[in-house]
């Protein structure tokens, strides 16, 4: 190998070592990435990107590796990006998602990259995104996103997939919390795994009904979709459920839609660097404690930072080079 | 300034038929512990599973861990699938039932350090935080 070829040659190569050591570098927020990201910019959106969520333990693994199974009977290649807990405390993180996918391992068509969250809180690691965005131009057609185990407040996952499949079982809750969780309204396709136990009937029943209820004003009928990844049963139906939402979405302007996510995306991260940027090295902290010491209130401290910091915004930009 | 979220990356795998388990989890947790992110293979992996594995998860270090006696024909075989994917720079170590001689022998062929029975799992921890630390102070100085 060209020792000064870059990733995203390499990449266009079909070289996975590329492809992984550039999923690293969007981890660790290497400088070097945007450059390579560039390069292989036109090559990306061909995939079609879905995520995959809801509480842990639902099976969420356990499904993606079924979708990713029947998938390539449909010859369809599949890219895989799946995020678990960081430690808050020590940082570090047990990746467990694979071994539930264990025997897609050695297909070649077929690629899964495990990622810590790293201390975001969206249930998703900040580079997740940016993960699929390279499996894309590398050519996967499908990309299936699995987020940590998610509670009532974890919806990163919208901004980043073209489908979002929120995965219930029976017996963690009852119909109630799925209606008050607000993963029922960033589903696109609801899927009641483990219907193999008792209590789905039941709560296919309640879903399909709070799905009526509260959704009857919007283009697109969620559909609620009966799985045992367990058993394998119910894999087409999921599939087909992403098929049918991916036609309705093509139908109502694919661009338009993909442009408003990545707004979000671009909106989130220019947030999380800039709060990393000024609490990180630049002393903002010190400058906040001393102005408590001198008897400030932080109501008024706050308020003057923000005016300072969109001062600076407002300038143009030769002035502040 | 960008580097601060780069993390230790660890396969933690379990080649052959050997189904002694409790030292890989032990060791695994206990890297999770020291902060490193671990992937742990689960059982009965083939050396092309573990290579591939740690191939697409871009790790930076691979820790086998034997107890049945096979590790002299697995552990070499891991390393020749690892070299075929372009992943001789990870490093190499292990643990389990490794009699000295056969410590030292792997040691001279790719393997940095194996451990054996009783070892205490914050050694293992600090040795390759120790490690990880030099290879990316070399990198970085290039
Ligand atoms: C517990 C045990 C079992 C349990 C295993 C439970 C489990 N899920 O793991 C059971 C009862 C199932 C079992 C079964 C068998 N066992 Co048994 N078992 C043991 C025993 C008593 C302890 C192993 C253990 O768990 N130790 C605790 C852990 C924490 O220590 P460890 O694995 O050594 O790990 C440390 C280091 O080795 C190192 N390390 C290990 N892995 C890794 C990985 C990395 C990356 C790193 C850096 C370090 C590292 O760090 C760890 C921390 O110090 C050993 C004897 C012994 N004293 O070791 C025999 C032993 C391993 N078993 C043995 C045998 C023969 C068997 C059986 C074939 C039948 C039998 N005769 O009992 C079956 C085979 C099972 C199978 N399917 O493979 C032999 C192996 C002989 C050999 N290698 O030549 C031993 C040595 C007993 C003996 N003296 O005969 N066994
Ligand atoms: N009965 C039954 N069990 C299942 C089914 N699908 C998954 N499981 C089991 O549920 C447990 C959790 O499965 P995972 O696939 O790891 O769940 P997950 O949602 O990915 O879990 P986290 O990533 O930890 O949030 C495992 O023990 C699976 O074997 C199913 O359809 N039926
Ligand atoms: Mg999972």
Not at chain 1, 52 to 63: D, E, N
Request: glycine share 10%.
């Amino acid at each position: 190998m060209n020792a000064t070829e870059t990733l995203a040659a390499r990449i266009e190569r079909g070289d996975r070592t590329a492809l992984a050591r550039m999923i690293s570098w969007a981890e660790n927020g290497d400088p070097r990435f945007a450059a390579e990201l560039n390069a292989l910019w036109p090559k990306v959106g061909r995939a079609w990107r879905a995520g995959v969520t809801g509480p842990p333990g639902a099976g969420k693994s356990t499904l993606v590796n079924e979708l990713a199974r029947v998938e390539r009977t449909r010859g369809k290649t599949v890219g895989i990006v799946a995020v678990d807990p960081s430690s808050p405390f020590t940082g570090g993180a047990l990746l467990g998602d694979r071994i539930r996918m264990d025997d897609r391992t050695l297909d070649p068509g077929v690629f899964i990259r495990s990622m810590a969250s790293r201390g975001s809180h969206g249930g998703l690691a900040r580079a997740a995104a940016s993960a699929c965005d390279v499996l894309d131009a590398f050519g996967f057609g499908t990309i299936l996103l699995e987020t940590v185990g998610v509670g009532q407040a974890e919806y990163d996952v919208l901004d980043a997939a073209d489908t979002v499949v929120v995965v219930l079982c029976p017996g963690a809750g009852d119909g109630i919390q799925a209606m008050k969780a607000g993963l029922l309204e960033v589903a696109d396709v609801l899927v009641v795994n483990k219907s193999d136990m008792p209590g789905a009937e039941r709560l296919i029943n309640d879903l399909t009904e709070a799905v009526h209820v509260r959704f009857t004003k919007r283009a697109w009928q969620v559909p609620v979709v009966a799985a045992s990844a367990g058993t394998s049963k119910g894999i087409d139906d999921v599939l087909d459920a992403i098929a049918a939402h991916r036609a309705h979405v093509e139908a109502q302007g694919l661009e338009a839609a993909r442009r408003r996510k990545r707004v979000e995306q671009v909106r989130h991260s220019v947030s999380e660097q800039l709060a990393e940027r000024l609490w990180g090295p630049a002393g903002l902290r010190e400058r906040v404690a001393a102005q408590l010491a001198e008897g400030a209130s932080p109501h008024a401290i706050a308020a003057a930072l923000l005016e300072e910091i969109t001062r600076g915004l407002a300038k143009p930009a030769e002035a502040r080079r | 300034m960008q580097m601060t979220t780069k993390k230790i990356r660890v396969l933690v795998g379990k080649p052959g038929l050997d189904g002694h388990d409790r030292g890989a989890k032990t060791v695994a947790s206990a890297l999770r512990d020291h902060g490193m992110e671990v992937i742990y293979t689960g059982l009965h992996q083939t050396p092309e599973a573990i290579a591939e594995i740690a191939a697409q998860e871009d790790v930076d270090v691979v820790g086998l861990s034997i107890l049945s006696g096979a590790h002299m024909a697995l552990f070499p075989r891991v390393r020749a699938e690892l070299v075929k994917r372009g992943m001789a720079h990870v490093l190499l170590t292990g643990g389990g039932i490794i009699p000295m001689e056969d410590m030292a022998a792997l040691e001279s062929q790719g393997y940095a350090k194996l451990f054996g029975p009783g070892t205490r799992t914050e050694e293992i921890a600090v040795w390759i935080q120790g490690e990880m630390e030099k290879r990316w102070k070399a990198e970085g100085a290039q």
